[in-house]
């Protein structure tokens, strides 16, 4: 076993070619998707590794559960009463909404369909896809003729290259061609604005996926004059201004007016968008310092806004480290996105372990457990989600209801991208050959190497265990290296081959395993994980155990506001004490982990489906109370309590609703021991849906 490597690339590059993915699907009963993994052009750089096309990876177990609860929740059925997405919708020819809410519900709709295989969601994607490619103007330009704006046909185009990709639909390659260069004739007259000018990144995502395609080269000019006329990001982080909570005076925003260039500039989901800004560029211009643009980026944000489930707040815009800010769902599929686009190109595996961070407990959290109903605005500590002002940037009351479209209605249509996209990433094609594991999750691969069909499933309680076990099936022997991301927090990983020796493993890196696998081939990979408790701002601390993060779950009760169509907005209210601080061993001893009568194959983000639940100790303190209909100010330590000791025992981030993530750490008392504690106490949220 190697580590990662570029020492053989050249000499690999034609094999990587040659390794193209056939006969894609589910099982024998589905229509098989074809499609080639299309590597980077000269002049562009190479990427580490490749996405796979649609339908390569196929979710199982809890992960399947999870994409048929997104399917027959709002996704599934939000174009039947919101109006935003129905029929009149202007990319369906209608007069309705014309600008990015269409492109976005299909940017998620579309992978989702056929990932759980559901005809009548396909058949909802095609209406779409196929009056978009069938009414191209004579000009080039796509879309509704009432709305000229360039940056919904950005998103637009990844719906495409994803249809493409599952479908080998021709007429894709076409209409993107035809308004490429339309658009590379009008940009020098009529360029890139407002929101475009923020995220020309994700254009040039399609951009090289076509000239990898067709290998026009006028397809670099355009790639270069987007990279002008868009917002330079490398030099924003380079020289970051943005250090503590924005305030709409800072910001320059008028109520009714479009946000200003600074307003763009701290706002969230145009930041979440911009992480793989430096990345993309690096394509074309090999700059160590576009390559290192990521890293300088999450860097600045987690320094100055960063929260514990691995994103960074915004509340509209960049919003501070207090954790009862807001995190938008909105910045965190986009994120996620940008993560998988971004460890594409670098391979950097922190990139994975921040991503498995993101879906496993800010995605989650964001909506009920029934998928029809969610947030705009999410804290790491949640007390309440009521119709209040609390102290956002500037967002408004709704924000943090769970409901069809709090605040504003960008999520409900933007949020569907999250669980397939991340699905479609867990594989990749490994840039020397073979395959790597960019996640873990129940799932099947099938692709292709060397020209050799070959089957690999996964099958894991992940990421509740660190147990994966890999039963790899190729059509006939074949040599490939199998890359598998160690994660960081795993220190004592091992990898088992057959029934070979532990091989070493390093954190932080990806094991590469190389060698002629055949049919019945096992590798086992153990990530042990520990519940322990780490230290946060001002002393506080958070409770994590791999790449979950758990929570005291606050007994809520739930309440209608109003109905909306075929789903409600929702109130909740806390019916127990939140105001903990915890007690914690000087020693920083593993805290006790607390088994949970269900399996794996429950919604595993639910209160009732998460097996594993972690058992601390702690008192009220009176020292912590509300401001404003959010948690104050964690008091600093050493925080004094007359009240008994507890045993508190904490539930997974994802599924807490109402929750404490970050909390105050209690003075150490002499003689207070074990025995002292009140009985085992689980505070528990009531689900909604």
């Known amino acids: 076993m190697s580590y990662s490597s570029r020492r053989s690339f050249l000499k690999t590059l034609a094999g990587v070619a040659a390794a193209s993915i056939s006969k894609i699907g589910a099982g024998a009963e589905d229509k098989p998707a074809l499609a080639d993994i299309v590597v980077n052009r000269p002049p562009l750089a190479q990427n580490r590794f490749y996405p796979l096309p649609l339908t390569s990876v196929r979710p199982k177990g809890w992960l ?15 174009d039947e009463f919101w109006p935003d997405v129905g029929s009149d919708n202007g990319w369906l020819g209608g007069k309705g909404d014309s ?34 490619l069938g009414n191209q103007a004579p000009s080039g330009m796509i879309g509704p003729s009432d709305n000229d704006d360039w940056w919904p046909r950005m998103v637009m185009l990844k719906v495409l290259t994803q249809h493409h990709d599952a479908s080998r ?51 670099l000019q355009l790639a270069e004059l987007l990279h002008q006329q868009g917002y330079n990001w490398r030099k924003q982080f380079e020289s970051f201004e943005f250090r503590q909570k924005s305030s709409p005076e800072d910001l320059g925003l008028v109520e009714g007016k479009l946000p200003p260039d ?62 009862s800010q807001g995190v938008e769902l909105c910045t965190v599929v986009e994120t996620m996105f940008s993560l998988e686009q971004t460890v594409a190109i670098l391979g950097n595996a922190s990139l994975g372990d921040r991503l498995e961070r993101i879906a496993y407990n800010a995605l989650p959290a964001a909506v009920t457990d029934d998928m029809w109903a969610h947030q705009y605005d999410q804290q790491t500590n949640q007390i309440e989600c009521t119709l209040a002002q609390r102290p956002w940037t500037s967002n408004g009351p709704e924000a943090n209801l769970f409901g069809l479209e709090p605040n504003y209605g960008c999520c409900t249509a933007n949020m569907h991208q999250g669980w397939p996209k991340f699905t479609s990433s867990l594989w990749m094609a490994n840039a020397e050959g073979g395959v790597a594991a960019i996640a873990y999750a129940p799932c099947e691969l099938r692709t292709t190497v060397f020209g050799i069909p070959v089957v690999i499933e996964e099958q894991t309680g992940y990421p509740y265990n660190g147990r994966i076990n890999l039963q790899i099936g190729p059509a006939k022997a074949v040599r490939f290296p199998l890359a598998l991301r160690i994660p960081q927090w795993a220190d004592a990983a091992k990898i088992i081959v057959n029934d070979g020796p532990p ?28 519940a322990r408790s780490r230290r946060w701002d001002d002393d506080s601390v958070i409770v994590e155990r791999g790449p979950l993060l758990f ?36 020693r920083n001893s593993p805290l006790a982990e607390v088994p949970h009568p269900t ?22 303190t009176s020292q912590w109370k509300a401001e404003n209909g959010v948690a104050g100010k964690i008091p600093s330590i050493p925080v004094s309590s007359a009240e008994p000791v507890e045993k508190l025992i904490l539930a997974p981030y994802g599924a807490a609703k109402l929750r404490i993530t970050v909390f105050p750490v209690l003075e150490p008392l002499m003689g207070e021991s074990d025995a002292a504690a009140t009985p085992s106490r689980l505070i528990q949220g009531e689900s909604r849906g």
């Open 64 to 78: 399947l559960d999870q994409l048929r609860i997104q399917a027959r929740g709002l996704t599934g059925h939000l």
């Open 99 to 132: 600008w990015e809410r269409g492109p976005y519900y299909l940017d998620g709709l579309l992978p989702l369909a056929h990932l759980v295989s559901d005809d009548k969601l396909l058949e909802k994607c095609n209406r779409w896809v196929d009056w978009t």
């Open 169 to 219: 639909d021709a007429r894709v390659i076409r209409v993107m061609e035809s308004y490429f260069s339309h658009q590379l004739r009008q940009l020098r007259s009529r360029p890139l604005r407002d929101w475009g000018k923020f995220r020309w990144q994700d254009e040039v995502l399609s951009v090289v996926w076509l000239y990898n395609r067709t290998g026009n080269r006028e397809l």
């Open 262 to 323: 600074r307003a763009m500039q701290a706002h969230g989901v145009n930041n979440a968008m911009a992480l793989k800004s430096s990345a993309i560029r690096w394509l074309f211009s090999q700059d160590p310092a576009d390559r290192a643009g990521v890293e300088r980026q999450l860097a600045a944000l987690d320094m100055y806004h960063g929260m514990p489930m691995g994103m960074f707040s915004a509340d509209e815009h960049l919003a501070g480290r207090n954790p």
């Open 503 to 530: 091989a070493r493993t390093r954190p932080g890196d990806f094991a590469i395993l190389e060698r002629e696998w055949k049919s019945g081939d096992q590798v086992s990979l153990e990530l042990p994980m520990t």
């Open 551 to 586: 929570s005291l779950s606050v007994e809520t009760a739930w309440s209608k506001l109003r109905t909306r169509g075929m789903t409600a907005d929702w109130e909740a209210r806390p019916r127990s004490a939140w105001n903990y601080a915890l007690q914690l061993d000087q």
């Open 599 to 620: 399996g794996v194959s429950r919604n595993i983000f639910s209160l009732e489906g998460a097996p594993i639940r972690v058992e601390a100790r702690g008192k009220k």
